[in-house]
Nanobody, 117 residues
Framework: QVQYVESGGGLVQPGESLRLSCAASGSIFRIFGMAWYRQAPGKQRELVASITNSGRTTYADSVKGRFTISRDNAKNTATLQMNSLKPEDTAVYYC???????????WGQGTQVTVSS
């Protein structure tokens, strides 16, 4: 089973940037697509961005053009570069396999991103 540890969150002002990192354990990492998800207070967890093992990316409409997902299979890491952050990006961000959310059995602790002036 793959385990994920997220880091890099923080408090920033609107328009600023953050870079989130995800460390995955287990060689199976190279097989699955990776994804970043987020959950804002009172809202359901949602997919933010995903990347296949060959590097193909997809993004939620709300973050297109602002966020960039990448991965390093050799290091078992994935990153999410977030630019032009907005208050509505405030959430706990998680990384996990790129599969339907309802099928994910285990989540890491996530990393808090707060965008506020």
């Amino acid at each position: 089973q793959v385990q994920y540890v997220e880091s890099g969150g923080g408090l920033v002002q609107p328009g600023e940037s953050l870079r989130l990192s995800c460390a995955a354990s287990g060689s199976i990492f190279r097989i699955f697509g990776m994804a970043w998800y987020r959950q804002a207070p009172g809202k359901q967890r949602e997919l933010v961005a995903s990347i296949t093992n060959s590097g193909r990316t997809t993004y939620a409409d709300s973050v297109k053009g602002r966020f960039t997902i990448s991965r390093d299979n050799a290091k078992n890491t994935a990153t999410l570069q977030m630019n032009s952050l907005k208050p509505e990006d405030t959430a706990v961000y998680y990384c996990n396999s790129a599969v339907p959310i309802a099928t994910i059995r285990a989540w890491g602790q996530g990393t808090q991103v707060t965008v506020s002036s």
